[in-house]
C-alpha cells in the first residue's frame, strides 16, 4: 500500500520559518518525483516545489524560489520543505504528492498518483 503523509504545518508570524516533512512509503522505485503543492479556498491547487529522485534535481515555482528549499532524506524516504519570509498568502493547506513515473510537467497536480491527507500553515500578520 502506497502512503503519503506529510506533517509540519502550524501557526507561524510572518517573516519566521517552517519546516514541513513528507514521508513516502509503500513503493519501490528509484525514478519518481515528490511535489508540494498548496490550495487556499476557491483557488487551484498550486505546485511550489518538486525533487526528482533519479538526479536530484529541484524545480520550484516563481512566487517561492528564493523562499522556499526543497530537499530530500533518500535513506528515510523523507522530503522536506523548508520555506522562509513567510507571508499571511503563504496561508493555505499544504500538500505532498507522488509521481511514480516522473514523465509530465512538475507542477500539473494530475500528474501525481498519490496525495497526503494536507497540512494547514497559517501565518499571522
Known amino acids: 500500500e502506497v502512503l503519503v503523509v506529510e506533517s509540519g504545518g502550524g501557526l507561524v508570524q510572518a517573516g519566521g520559518s517552517l519546516r514541513l516533512s513528507c514521508a513516502a512509503s509503500g513503493f519501490t522505485s528509484d525514478d519518481y518525483a515528490i511535489g508540494w503543492f498548496r490550495q487556499a479556498p476557491g483557488k487551484e491547487r498550486e505546485g511550489l516545489a518538486c525533487?526528482?529522485?533519479?538526479?536530484?534535481?529541484?524545480y520550484y515555482a516563481d512566487s517561492v524560489e528564493g523562499r522556499f528549499t526543497i530537499s530530500t532524506d533518500n535513506y528515510k524516504n523523507t522530503v522536506y520543505l523548508d520555506m522562509n519570509s513567510l507571508k499571511p498568502e503563504d496561508t493555505p493547506v499544504y500538500y505532498c504528492a507522488l509521481d511514480l513515473f516522473p514523465l509530465g510537467l512538475w507542477s500539473a497536480p494530475h500528474e501525481y498518483d498519490y496525495w497526503g491527507q494536507g497540512t494547514q500553515v497559517t501565518v499571522s500578520s
Open positions: 525533487i526528482m529522485s533519479e538526479d536530484g534535481r529541484a
